[in-house]
Structures are given as structure tokens and as C-alpha cells.
Nanobody, 115 residues
Framework: QVQLVESGGGLVQTGGSLKLSCVGSETTVSRNAIAWYRQPLGQQRILIAAISIGGNTNYADSVKGRFTISRDNAKNTVYLQMNSLKFEDTAVYYC?????????WGQGTQVTVSS
């Protein structure tokens, strides 16, 4: 079973930055494309950033130019650097493989951006 654990969320003011981490088991990160998803309260979970095994990245238009996804296979970790945060970035952030595995959703990490 693929297990990924998110961390790094918190409360930040508009315009601030946060860096999220997604830690997997020894081979989970290196052998899979990994994506960050987010779910605002009362809304659907959506994909916002993804990184392929080879390091190619893709972003949703809403975060392009502000968020950066990266991976460190030696640390079994995928990061999401979030800059210029906006109120509408407030959500629970999750990581999972791409395509996602239904049984691999974790608890997520809450990001709250105060206006």
C-alpha cells in the first residue's frame, strides 16, 4: 500500500509563503508521479501541481507562477513551495500519486491564508 504523509501547513497572511512536504516510503516517491491536491471547505478536491518521475512539472492555472513542486528522491519527499499566497488558497492540501490511489489519501495539512 502506498502511504504518503503531508506536513508543513499553517496560518499565514496574504502574500506570505509556506513549504509543504509529502513523505513516502522508500520507493513510493521515486517510482511514481506525485501530485498535490487541495480541497477548500465545502468544495471538491482538485489537482494543483504534479511532478513526473523524470521531474517534469505541471500546474493548475490558479497556482501557476506562485507554486513550485519539486522532489528529492533521496529523502523520499515531494515539496510544494507556495509563494504569494492568497485568501483563496485556503484549503486542506493532500499529496497522492498521479493518477491518485483511492486508498492512499492521508490526513492532509491545513493551509489558512488570512486576508
Amino acid at each position: 500500500q502506498v502511504q504518503l504523509v503531508e506536513s508543513g501547513g499553517g496560518l499565514v497572511q496574504t502574500g506570505g509563503s509556506l513549504k509543504l512536504s509529502c513523505v513516502g516510503s522508500e520507493t513510493t516517491v521515486s517510482r511514481n508521479a506525485i501530485a498535490w491536491y487541495r480541497q477548500p471547505l465545502g468544495q471538491q478536491r482538485i489537482l494543483i501541481a504534479a511532478i513526473s518521475i523524470g521531474g517534469n512539472t505541471n500546474y493548475a492555472d490558479s497556482v501557476k507562477g506562485r507554486f513550485t513542486i519539486s522532489r528529492d528522491n533521496a529523502k523520499n519527499t515531494v515539496y510544494l513551495q507556495m509563494n504569494s499566497l492568497k485568501f483563496e488558497d485556503t484549503a486542506v492540501y493532500y499529496c497522492n500519486t498521479l493518477p491518485f490511489l483511492v486508498d492512499s489519501w492521508g490526513q492532509g495539512t491545513q493551509v489558512t491564508v488570512s486576508s
